[in-house]
């Protein structure tokens, strides 16, 4: 590519265009990129992760971190390192009419979302919801299409996320309609749930929007210009969704160890260890053994192997920048990184071995699946019998009237298609906290009754 194509594909990749509702101007305060930054710090979708499960669920510690505060470091990681990017493809290619934090504003916008999809109880989360829906018949009963029937089966809190910001927040608008390079560096993932053939790659291996939000997405990538992979079904990701993956990657992989050796389910010294190794010549060993107390030791190791991995990112996406431009990289950034991979691979262990499968963890998650089946188990039949797939019980004509207008259909009353109609309830309960999924549950089932 020549300096000319590399402008071209920029000013594409960093569109202002808002699907749906045209390319507002800037206002003179803030740019369309901040504006998205607003608007989805001020939805409700966004102020539940405060109880949304990062490792430890429901933790009773007010230190380690909850989704919402993982959201806040990742935006503050990806801000950094978008504008550090900005600002070197901004003198390499004479790019016009752009500055470097707006390529800041952009992945700090497209953190700050990446996991507002997410179920109650984390990652178990989608597990729980994907093997109810294997389990049910409903998929089968309806003849749904293949893709469709991957929509339930393959449930991605990704492609929720999308949905969430395109369709579920302000549903009359619809959506927060965020600027094309927000939402395209938002879905690492860009592509259907169901495709004849596998993808490889980090962008293939996930799905990011359900059929139902297909229309939406083709155009995001068209106004952005994301080279397709598949027609229609699958694209190459935006170049800024790297830079999105490295920031989550690096915030959830660091201060997970950090909050488990605060509650003692790694050692202290082996988390020191293994965050020294990975920061390296960063780290100031006069300082360090000025720090006595524990913790503080384990912060400043933190923010140095988080400046070293971001500043490895930097240097491995700015290296490959036109293969990664053309849609041919299809690695991780920091795996790519001949100083900080062997490192962050050890902590990866640690993690798997130690961490995630912490008791208090493993147990609440267990509990989980309990919980998502139930719910999931009563608002179906609900709607099912609502929709006149045979008759309503007095039970199931009251569960309809605890479900929102807004996951019914017109009228008030649930969709006559089945497959928007299973989709809504989806909606309406992985759009739940952990502390509200497991107080409903308990109250429905009767094992507790609403305070008088």
């Not at 510690?61 to 978008?82: F, N």
């Amino acid at each position: 590519m020549n300096d000319l194509a590399f402008r071209e594909s920029w000013q594409r990749f960093l569109s202002t265009e808002r699907p749906g509702a045209g390319s507002g101007p800037n206002a003179r305060e803030r740019t369309a990129f901040q504006q998205d930054y607003d608007r989805i710090v001020f939805t409700s979708a966004f102020r539940r992760l405060k109880d949304k499960t990062q490792v430890f669920p429901l933790s009773r510690s007010d230190y380690v971190r909850t989704r919402l505060t993982h959201s806040l470091e990742t935006s503050c990681a990806g801000r950094s390192l978008g504008t550090v990017i900005g600002r070197e493809i901004i003198d390499r290619h004479r790019l016009s009419g752009v500055e470097a934090a707006d390529f800041g504003a952009i992945v700090a916008a497209a953190c700050l979302a990446h996991d507002i999809g997410n179920p109650p109880f984390g990652h178990a989360g989608e597990d729980a919801i994907r093997e109810w829906f294997k389990a049910s018949d409903l998929l089968e009963t309806y003849g749904f299409t293949s893709a469709q029937r991957a929509d339930f089966q393959r449930y991605e809190g990704n492609a929720q996320g999308f949905r969430i910001l395109t369709r579920l927040q302000n549903p009359s608008n619809p959506g927060l309609q965020l600027t094309a390079a927000v939402l395209a560096a938002f879905t690492k993932y860009p592509r259907a749930s169901w495709l004849e053939a596998p993808l490889s790659g980090n962008g293939g291996k996930k799905f990011g929007f359900f059929q139902d939000d297909a229309p939406a997405f083709r155009q995001v990538a068209t106004a952005t210009g994301l080279p397709e992979r598949m027609p229609g079904e699958a694209w190459h990701r935006h170049p800024l969704a790297y830079l999105v993956e490295v920031a989550d990657d690096t915030c959830y992989l660091i201060v997970d160890l950090e909050d488990a050796s605060r509650l003692g389910f790694v050692r202290v010294e082996d988390a020191e260890a293994l965050l020294a190794n990975l920061a390296g010549s960063s780290v100031n060993d006069g300082r360090l053994n000025r720090i006595s107390d524990p913790k503080e030791r384990i912060e400043y190791l933190r923010a140095k192997a988080v400046g070293c991995l971001l500043d490895e990112a930097a240097a491995v996406f700015l290296e490959n920048e036109a293969t990664i431009l053309a849609g041919m990289f299809t690695g991780d950034l920091l795996e790519s990184s001949p100083v900080v991979s062997t490192p962050l691979q050890e902590i990866k262990k640690v993690a798997a071995e130690q961490i995630y499968v912490a008791r208090p963890a493993l147990e609440v998650e267990t509990a989980g699946f309990e919980v998502l089946g139930g719910l999931l188990a009563l608002f179906t039949a609900a709607v099912e019998a609502g929709a006149g797939m045979r008759p309503t019980t007095t039970r199931e004509r009251m569960l309809l009237k605890l479900l929102p207008l807004q996951f019914l259909g017109p009228a008030g009353k649930p969709d006559a298609d089945p497959y928007p109609r299973l989709l809504k309830v989806a909606d309406f309960v992985t759009g739940m906290t952990d502390s509200y999924a497991v107080d409903l549950y308990r109250k429905l089932k009767g094992i507790d009754l609403p305070a008088a």
